[in-house]
């Protein structure tokens, strides 16, 4: 039997590592195709298409907004940014697992609609203090910056319910490991109509 696409979503705050997990498990999974946003604004120097955003005009972002072909999108500073549906569904087509790394506003936005096929998965950091330290130990942000992710990280830990799996970041193997596992299980989840299928056939089969 090939390998069916399905949809991880991760989410959690800044500075809970989620990038250096994605990179740990990338030999691990199988097929993948990590999803990027599509945008309206100008590619800046050093930015590739493809890799860091899909580049497109405001005209044709409208026409996708038309014909529903984003999942999530917003107006930033006067450019589009949102999550278009059609390479998703071309990977998933392919049998590839889709990576999102989203908030979740866009967690919400996925369980809506592709719900049926989707594993998600909250990583964090061992407690507040520890998420404190390694936005500091960055160097990158400035204190209002810091101050900004922090206080999105204690609304965002509200609802690690609303995902299947939580990952506690502690130690980078260990959290690998566990998610390697979780991109395994999400690749055997059946949508209801799979389900539903499966049932007629067995039945019919008697």
């Given amino acids: 039997m090939s390998e069916s696409g399905a949809i991880l979503v991760l989410s959690g705050p800044s500075g809970a590592g989620k990038s250096s997990l994605i990179k740990k498990i990338e030999e691990s999974i199988g097929v993948f195709y990590f999803s990027i946003s599509t945008t309206t604004r100008p590619m800046r120097e050093g930015e590739v298409e493809g890799v860091h955003y899909h580049f497109v005009t405001k005209e044709a972002f409208q026409k996708d907004i038309e014909e529903e072909n984003f999942l999530e999108y917003a107006l930033v500073h006067g450019n589009y940014y949102g999550t278009s549906i059609k390479p998703v569904k071309e990977a998933l087509k392919e049998g590839k697992i889709v990576i999102f790394d989203i908030d979740v506003q866009g967690h919400d936005a996925v369980q809506n609609r592709l719900g049926d ?3 998600s998965v909250f990583i964090t950091t061992p407690s507040l203090k520890e998420l404190k330290r390694r936005l ?20 965002e830990v509200q609802r690690i319910s609303e995902y299947d799996y939580l990952i506690i970041n502690d130690d980078l193997d260990v959290a690998a490991a566990q998610l390697v596992a979780i991109s395994h299980a999400a690749r055997l989840k059946m949508p209801s109509m799979k389900i539903s299928e499966f049932i007629h056939e067995w039945e019919a089969n008697g």
């Fill in 136 to 155: 500091s130990a960055r160097g990158t942000d400035s204190q209002e910056v810091i101050d900004g992710r922090i206080q999105m990280a204690t609304r």
């Fill in 117 to 119: 096929i989707t594993t």
